[in-house]
C-alpha cells in the first residue's frame, strides 16, 4: 500500500461532517444550490465585520523590508502583547506575552498543545458528545482519545472524570461553548473538575493539564459569560481561534495562552514555541497576526446568530424535535425521535435537509444541525422538518444510563 496503513483506516471512516458536505455538493448540482438546505457543516456565513476588512487592507498596504518575512516561531512579540492584554480579561488571570503562541487556528493549537504534553501510550480524556477531530490529533501523538459520558444535559461530569484518571492520563480536552451541544459549562461544574484534576494528580503523580478548546467563547447567547478554566485550575491551557468570531476559518489563525500559575510553565511555552515550529507551521500566518493584533474585542454581530437559534427553534417546536437548547454556538443538537438517527437523518436528506448524525460526534441518538446559513434557509427547511417528524413516531423513552 502507498500510504501509512493507520491513515488509510481513518480515510475509510472520514468524518460524517464532511461525508454530508460531498453529498450535500452532488444535491447542489442535482437539484440546485437553492433547493437544498445544507446544514451540515461550521462554516461561518456571516460576512466578517468591516474592522476586519479595513485592518487587512492597511497591513496588507505595507511595504517594509522582512514585512512577510519570518519571525519568532511564537509570533510577532507586539501581537502577542496586544492579544494577552485582551485575553488577560476574558479569562480573569494576567497574561503577558510570554504566556501566549499565535497559532495557525484552534485546530492548530490543539496539536501544538498535544504534541509538547503527551508521550506516545498517554490517554486523554473528553466528555461525549465532542468535537470529532479530538481522537484524530490525539493519534497524531500516539496518544489515546478515552471519552467518558456527560451528563442527561450534556454538561461535563466530573466524578466519571475522577473515575476515568489513569497512570496514562496527560490531559483532558474539554470545549465550552461546545460543539455539538452549544453548551456552556458553568463555573461551578469547571470548579468541581479542577478538585478532581488536582486529586488526580496527586494520586498518580503526574501533572493532568487542562485543554479548553475556546473557539465559540464570543457567541453566547442571552447574556451568558463563558466561565474562565484558568481561574479555578492553573494548570490550564486555553487553544481557540478568530475562525468563528471574524468569520475567518480559512485564514488559520488562532492562540494558545498557558496559565501563568501552570507547573512548568517556562519549559512547557519553550516546548510549545519547538512544537509550533517543528509540526511544519513555523509560525502562525504573519498577515493575519498583524490584522488581529488591532481587533481585540472585536467580533461578528452574536445577535444575528441568535436571532437564527429562536428561527430554528419554533420550526423544531412545530414540527415536535426535542432538543437541547443552545446556549452559544451555532449548533442544534437535536434528538432523534428513533434510537438509529441515521435513519431520520436519511430522512431529512430525502427532503433535501443535511444535517450530520450525531454518531459523528460519538452521540448517537442525536443529530446536528448547523445553522450558520442564510435566514432563507432555515425558513425553507420549515416543512421538510415536519414531514420527517411525522414519519417517525416516538418511541417511548427508554430509561436512563446516564446519571
Ligand atoms: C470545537 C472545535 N474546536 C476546534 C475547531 C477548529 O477550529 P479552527 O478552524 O480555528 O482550527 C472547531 C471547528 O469547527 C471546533 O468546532
Given at each position: 500500500m502507498p500510504i501509512s496503513t493507520s491513515i488509510a483506516a481513518m480515510m475509510q471512516n472520514s468524518s460524517f461532517i464532511r461525508k454530508m458536505f460531498e453529498e450535500g455538493s452532488k444535491l447542489k448540482m442535482l437539484h440546485g444550490v437553492d433547493a437544498v438546505c445544507d446544514f451540515s457543516i461550521g462554516n461561518p456565513d456571516m460576512t466578517p465585520p468591516q474592522e476586519f476588512q479595513a485592518a487587512l487592507m492597511e497591513e496588507a498596504g505595507r511595504q517594509e523590508p522582512r514585512i512577510h518575512g519570518y519571525m519568532p516561531n511564537a509570533g510577532y512579540p507586539y501581537v502577542r502583547k496586544n492579544v494577552a492584554d485582551f485575553a488577560s480579561s476574558e479569562q480573569g488571570v494576567e497574561l503577558t506575552a510570554q504566556n501566549l503562541l499565535m497559532t495557525c487556528g484552534a485546530g492548530g493549537a490543539l496539536n501544538v498543545a498535544l504534541r509538547a504534553i503527551v508521550n506516545p501510550g498517554d490517554e486523554v480524556l473528553a466528555s461525549a458528545p465532542c468535537f470529532v477531530e479530538y481522537g484524530f490529533y490525539c493519534g497524531n501523538y500516539g496518544a489515546e482519545l478515552k471519552l467518558v459520558p456527560s451528563t442527561d444535559t450534556f454538561d461535563l461530569n466530573p466524578k466519571v472524570f475522577a473515575e476515568a484518571v489513569t497512570e496514562k492520563t496527560a490531559a483532558v480536552i474539554i470545549n465550552s461553548p461546545h460543539n455539538p451541544t452549544g453548551r456552556i459549562y458553568p463555573s461551578e461544574t469547571l470548579a468541581e473538575l479542577a478538585e478532581v484534576l488536582d486529586e488526580a494528580s496527586r494520586r498518580i503523580g503526574r501533572r493532568i493539564y487542562l485543554l479548553s478548546d475556546e473557539p465559540?467563547?464570543?457567541?453566547?447567547?442571552?447574556?451568558i459569560e463563558v466561565p474562565s478554566v484558568m481561574a479555578v485550575y492553573p494548570h490550564s491551557l486555553v487553544a481557540t481561534s478568530y475562525s468563528k468570531d471574524l468569520s475567518v476559518p480559512g485564514e488559520r489563525i488562532g492562540y494558545l495562552a498557558v496559565s501563568p500559575g501552570a507547573d512548568d510553565a517556562e519549559q512547557l511555552i519553550g516546548a510549545l514555541t519547538l512544537c509550533n515550529r517543528i509540526l511544519g507551521y513555523v509560525n502562525a500566518p504573519g498577515l493575519m497576526q498583524r490584522t488581529v493584533a488591532r481587533l481585540q474585542g472585536v467580533s461578528v454581530d452574536v445577535g444575528v446568530y441568535q436571532a437564527k437559534r429562536d428561527k430554528l427553534r419554533a420550526i423544531l417546536d412545530d414540527a415536535g424535535f426535542e432538543y437541547a437548547e443552545p446556549q452559544g454556538t451555532f449548533y442544534f443538537w437535536v434528538k432523534s425521535p428513533v434510537d438509529d438517527e441515521l435513519a431520520v437523518v436519511d430522512a431529512l436528506k430525502k427532503e433535501l435537509i443535511l444535517t450530520v448524525p450525531g454518531r459523528g460526534f460519538s452521540g448517537p441518538g442525536w443529530f446536528r444541525i448547523s445553522y450558520c446559513v442564510d435566514d432563507a434557509v432555515i425558513e425553507r427547511s420549515a416543512e421538510g422538518f415536519k414531514t420527517v417528524r411525522k414519519q417517525f413516531p416516538s418511541q417511548p423513552n427508554p430509561p436512563l444510563e446516564r446519571t
Open positions: 465559540y467563547r464570543k457567541i453566547a447567547y442571552d447574556g
